[in-house]
């Protein structure tokens, strides 16, 4: 068997065309990934901005402040679209959070506003009876990912999963019908 070493200028262009595809691939792969940060920068800008939404800071006054605003009356009340639609929007940081989706640095953007949400002890009272509610009834637990926070991070006390603990633990009470 017989090798020729010669190398032919087809050759020549050849690897050329290789080297260049490589290049261009390199280049395509570092320009994506140079707009996926961008992306990824207006899209964590977005949700930075939802949080000035009037119905969110309103939200946050009571929770800062420790205002009591879970009662009987709650259920049915403008109070309640709007504090749902504060914990529907921390929920799925939580989800994004809990999917990966933001590192460690990404969600301490958020995470004073969601410890606020599940420090609070009217929202205890009001998961509590959600919880309840959605068990005795076969549905899934509406703010599911934030009550897993708060779980995680021990921010509820033992009595929560304990359906009769609105009996004699004063935190809690019962206003939905389960």
Same mark, same amino acid.
């Given at each position: 068997?017989?090798? +020729? =070493? /010669?190398?032919?200028?087809? !050759?020549?262009?050849?690897? &050329?065309?290789?080297?260049?595809?490589?290049?261009?691939?390199? $280049?395509?792969?570092?320009?994506?990934?140079?707009?996926?940060?961008?992306?990824?920068?207006?899209?964590?800008?977005?949700?930075?901005?939802?949080?000035?939404?009037?119905?969110?800071?309103?939200?946050?006054?009571?929770?800062?402040?420790?205002?009591?605003?879970?009662?009987?009356?709650?259920?049915?009340?403008?109070?309640?679209?709007?504090? +749902? =639609? /504060?914990?529907?929007?921390? !929920?799925?940081?939580?989800? &994004?959070?809990?999917?990966?989706?933001?590192?460690?640095?990404? $969600?301490?953007?958020?995470?004073?506003?969601?410890?606020?949400?599940?420090?609070?002890?009217?929202?205890?009272?009001?998961?509590?009876?959600?919880?309840?509610?959605?068990?005795?009834?076969?549905?899934?637990?509406?703010?599911?990912?934030?009550?897993?926070?708060?779980?995680?991070?021990?921010?509820?006390?033992?009595?929560?999963?304990?359906?009769?603990?609105?009996?004699?633990?004063?935190?809690?009470?019962?206003? &939905?019908?389960?």
């Amino acid at each position: 068997m017989i090798f +020729d =070493y /010669t190398i032919k200028f087809s !050759d020549l262009v050849h690897l &050329l065309t290789l080297i260049t595809a490589v290049f261009g691939a390199l $280049f395509a792969l570092y320009k994506w990934n140079k707009n996926m940060h961008i992306k990824r920068a207006d899209y964590i800008k977005g949700l930075i901005e939802i949080k000035n939404n009037e119905w969110i800071l309103e939200t946050f006054t009571l929770f800062d402040y420790d205002t009591e605003w879970y009662n009987s009356q709650f259920h049915g009340s403008d109070l309640e679209n709007k504090i +749902d =639609y /504060t914990l529907t929007y921390f !929920d799925f940081i939580c989800y &994004l959070n809990d999917r990966g989706v933001f590192d460690e640095e990404t $969600f301490m953007l958020f995470k004073y506003q969601i410890d606020s949400i599940v420090k609070n002890k009217q929202i205890h009272n009001y998961f509590y009876n959600l919880y309840h509610y959605s068990q005795n009834n076969g549905l899934a637990i509406s703010y599911y990912y934030l009550l897993k926070y708060a779980l995680k991070n021990n921010c509820i006390d033992d009595s929560f999963m304990d359906k009769a603990s609105y009996m004699a633990n004063k935190l809690y009470n019962r206003y &939905l019908n389960w």
